[in-house]
């Protein structure tokens, strides 16, 4: 299957059209879940959806940006975490929903801001934003920019053409070969380490392609201009079921690591909010709801280690 493009911008902003008409079955499929331009108002914000009705339990903050909206950084091209919907132009998937849940129990509506990934922390050091929420992965550099309250578990994976004709299994089978990724993910941080061991063990470096866009990516993939994509596990099922027959996984997940949402450095009344109200929806059973609705069960969180959010 072949994904293309309009002529505007890559990662995680651009809308995804057909190419063929013999693929419109399962282009159909896609262009329900990776839309979305940046440079369109519908994608660049608006108000989401309502995830839940429940009635407001916890205090709001004290220094939003907008009062009574919760305004949310997030790269919206990250199916199925935020990815716009091409039928009404605005950001959907869990991510978009568990934040829209958090700021019901604070009795405020989620504004979601479409985001360029690779600059989504500065932004939201700078203000743009109350919080972001974006399939973040919590690592030691990210803590040094912000706090996070932890809402999630993912791993990293390979996504192989079918039948893995290069027999790839792990980073370490990528020397000298071309492989797609992300601008800005702990991925292609990843890949630049995978990069230095080929060095070192005198082989070809790995020929990485990185791209905004990780849908863009994926079409690197289908087109055969690489051979793998590297990526966040859900990212990989996600692709998986929506080209039936065209891709696989090379090897297994690894590096499984808790995601969180950001949250400005030293904010404490912004923090303790999303904590408690994150805490209120797990108590509930909205957030398993939600996890259900997406078909990410191995992703669940059972226990949140808050001491995260202040390290």
């Known amino acids: 299957m072949l994904f293309s493009f309009p002529d505007q911008r890559r990662r995680r902003l651009n809308p995804v059209r057909g190419a063929f008409a013999g693929a419109l079955i399962v282009l159909t499929l896609l262009l329900t879940a990776c839309g979305g331009n940046a440079a369109t108002p519908a994608a660049s ?39 716009i919907d091409t039928t009404t132009g605005k950001a959907t998937g869990f991510d978009v929903d568990l934040i829209t849940a958090i700021a019901e129990k604070m009795g405020l509506k989620a504004n979601v801001v479409t985001a360029n990934f690779d600059t989504i922390i500065d932004s939201l050091s700078n203000k743009r934003y ?29 996504l192989v053409q079918k039948s893995n004709p290069k027999g790839i299994k792990t980073v ?27 060095t070192k063990a005198g082989k070809a470096k790995i020929n990485v392609t990185s791209l905004k866009d990780q849908t863009a990516v994926v079409q690197l993939l289908a087109t055969s201009r690489v051979v793998a994509t590297y990526q966040d596990s859900p990212v990989t099922d996600y692709y998986l079921k929506q080209s039936p027959g065209q891709f696989e996984v090379g090897g297994s997940v690894v590096n499984a690591a808790q995601e969180g949402i950001a949250v400005r450095k030293g904010d404490t009344s912004m923090l303790t ?23 990410l069960t191995n992703e669940e969180i059972t226990v949140v280690d808050q001491n995260l959010g202040v390290a």
Request: glycine share 10%; hydrophobic share 35%; charged share 15%.
């Open 45 to 83: 914000g608006g108000t989401t959806p309502a995830a839940t009705t429940s009635k407001p339990s916890i205090a709001a903050p004290t220094d939003l940006i907008t009062a009574g909206t919760l305004t949310v950084g997030s790269d919206t091209t990250y199916p199925p975490q935020e990815f």
């Open 273 to 295: 909010a999303v904590q408690s109200a994150f805490s209120a929806l797990k108590a509930d059973g909205t957030y398993h709801t939600l996890i259900q609705k997406w078909g």
């Open 172 to 198: 370490d089978d990528l020397c000298g070969l071309d492989v797609g990724v992300q601008t800005g993910t702990v991925e292609e941080t990843d890949l630049g380490t995978a990069n230095t061991n080929c």
């Open 130 to 158: 109350d919080v972001v929420i974006s399939a973040l992965t919590i690592n030691a550099d990210r803590q040094k920019k912000v706090d996070f309250v932890p809402y999630f578990s993912a791993g990293e994976s390979l």
